[in-house]
């Protein structure tokens, strides 16, 4: 099992222990996902004792009228060997740069596509990727557990090959211009394997409460790097200082910043762990790291 495996069934574990699904629904996935009844009945209760015990936490707000208005429109593009990928994206008048927008370990529903133009509307033009390209799109399979599972049967490689065609397709779309990328849980990950992938052109990134790969070795990259975590992700908190040691090593401009009280997945105004002043903190904190690194 590989760790990107481990980590996408562990997110289902967490959201049954943290209350979020049941534990029908919890097995479900994690049989679309190839687990037996008895190793997912061992991964329940394994995750069982980080489940957290605070109150339900008010319904979130979603996008705004006007990030709604603005949100990416969809498009296709050119990938690898031949293959033609799918995202939503998003043209600022007259960029500062272009960032690269890698989502969550649902696929690319409406939150990243209005967060692609969220950036635009701050001058950066935007492109949400699909990494279910190939499945035919998120929107083509249907209940989220069901794109989840495909994540976790894709070897990363090809997602590191798909992002890179979307940086080609946003130094197309805004030439001229800095590129960088942003990403969420799952997309978090992804966004360190970018980082890790060595590609020149990406001049900033902030992963946002991603799990490290295993092994990630920065060194040759020329990424400045903005590392978001959240003081209650205790899961995803244990490789923190591990992927800050490698960014040391491999001599890159970086910061890691922690935002008190906010769980995994707090950016995320669509889901039950939003945070709204963590949320806002981090905007403003990404906003001015790519105005510095991007221009």
Known sequence: MTDLERYLAEEVAIDHADGFITRREALHRLALMGWTAGSASSLLAACASEGKTAPAPA?????????????????????????????GWAGAEKPRGAVLVIHENKG??????????????????????????????????????????????????????????GLDELARRAPGVKLGAIGFCFGGGMTWRLIASKDPRLAAAAPFYGPLPDGADFTGSRAAVLGVYAEADARVNASRETAKAALEKAGLVHEIVTYAGADHAFFNDTGPRYQAEAAAQAWTKVLAWFGHYLG
């Open 108 to 165: 690319l529903l409406e939150h990243f596509r209005v967060l692609a133009g969220r950036f635009a509307r701050a001058g950066y033009s935007a492109l949400a990727i699909d990494l279910l390209s190939e499945e035919g799109g998120t929107a083509a399979l249907g209940d989220p557990a069901n794109a989840t599972a495909a994540l976790s049967k894709v070897a990363p490689e090809r997602f590191v090959a798909d992002m890179k065609a």
């Open 59 to 87: 319904p979130p707000p979603g996008a705004s009228a006007a990030d709604a208005a603005a949100a990416a429109s969809a498009v296709t593009f050119a990938g690898p060997e031949g293959r033609t990928l799918q995202g």
